[in-house]
């Protein structure tokens, strides 16, 4: 697949798509041809395009991209970076909040490449649990730092709309790496995870 910008759709691949969802509308018992439905064929193949391209994107390329040298040593932190992301048992969406903590050993990253690395991950099919390590790892394997910590709080479609029905549960994965690993370190990032503002 070749499509790097967010519009961009993968053209070969548009006409068997359009024909499988416009066969998956009959099977369902709608009608493809009746007014409403007829572009929607092409519309879910985007925007199944548009939820997948994360699997042509490069997290680690993305990180190098805004390395900087800087000699800062304190924990670094942003956090509820909104996330929204399909299952892959049920290519039903799940969304929610991460939060991404790294130590600097050396090089510092744009802030905003971290909210990018999150997207880059989540637009695939996913588990909550592989999602929260492959953040941890892209960070991790590009800037060396002396400790990186993932968190992520998500609702899951897949047990509201259907299945158990709960409408309230939120899944929290973490992942924690060098630092993060002491008791001290990873309080003082919880701390400010759950601390507001005002
Ligand atoms: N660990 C994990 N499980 C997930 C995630 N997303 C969905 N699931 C679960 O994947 C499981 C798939 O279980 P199955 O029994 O094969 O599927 P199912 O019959 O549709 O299960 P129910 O959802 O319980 O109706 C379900 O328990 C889902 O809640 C995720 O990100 N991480
Ligand atoms: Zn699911």
């Known amino acids: 697949m070749a499509f790097k910008k967010i519009e961009q759709y993968d053209e070969k691949i ?6 499988h969802y416009s066969e998956s509308l009959k099977l369902l018992g709608e009608d493809p041809e009746r007014e409403g439905l007829v572009k929607t ?11 997948m391209q994360g699997y042509d994107q490069d997290a680690r390329a993305i990180l190098n991209s805004a390395k900087f040298k800087e000699s800062v040593s304190e924990m670094i932190l942003v956090k509820d970076i909104e996330l929204y992301s399909m299952c892959e048992h049920h290519m ?35 588990v909550q649990e592989r999602l929260t390590t492959q953040i941890l790892d892209a960070i991790k394997e590009t800037l060396n730092p002396l400790g990186v910590a993932v ?12 299945g158990v029905q709960k409408q309230n549960s939120v899944t929290t994965t973490s992942a924690f790496w060098g630092e993060f690993e002491k008791n001290e370190t990873r309080s003082e990032f919880t701390k400010l995870i759950t601390s507001r503002l005002h």
């Open 14 to 19: 548009m006409p068997g798509l359009i024909h």
């Open 41 to 51: 064929p092409e519309r879910v193949a985007k925007a199944m395009q548009y939820m």
């Open 92 to 126: 039903l969406p799940f969304f929610g909040k991460a939060h991404i903590a790294y130590i600097p050993n050396g090089y510092i990253t744009g802030l905003s490449k971290l909210a990018r690395v999150v997207d880059v991950y989540a637009r695939r099919l996913q």
């Open 151 to 162: 968190v992520i709080e998500a609702k899951h479609l897949c047990m509201m709309m259907r």
